[in-house]
């Protein structure tokens, strides 16, 4: 979705209802399904990602050599979390970091339509 935007936190969606927040039963689906997708085979992939997330995630291994944290452990880690918030290709995205804003401070979020 390069080049698609939204202020309202809805990821575009022109149904201006208020979205539902995402269920604890659909959250935990889904990481179920992220931890499953996480333990399958690996392939090596040649991604472009921001220079300054790649800084960190170097800075990070690097400081957390005592726990033997690897880069890609930690890029998986991203991705677990990504696919908790959009699932399936079709299926209801919720805005992530409002999933993990309303845990802290125990509000509602809501969702969105991807197109």
């Known amino acids: 979705m390069k080049g698609s935007s939204s202020s309202n936190g809805n990821n575009g969606s022109k149904d201006n209802k208020e979205p539902k927040a995402p269920t604890r039963a659909l959250l935990m689906e889904r990481l179920q ?12 992939v040649t991604l472009r990602i921001p220079t300054e997330l790649n800084d960190w995630l170097d800075e990070y291994r690097h400081l957390s050599y005592p726990q033997r944290i690897e880069k890609q452990a930690l890029v998986i880690e991203g991705l677990r979390l990504l696919y908790m918030a959009r699932g399936q290709p079709g299926s209801d995205a919720f805005n992530l970091e409002e999933v993990l804003l309303s845990k802290a401070s125990g509000r509602s979020v809501g969702k969105s339509k991807r197109k």
């Not at 399904?33 to 090596?44: F, I, L, R, W, Y």
């Open 33 to 44: 399904e992220a931890d499953s997708k996480s333990k399958s085979k690996t392939t090596t």
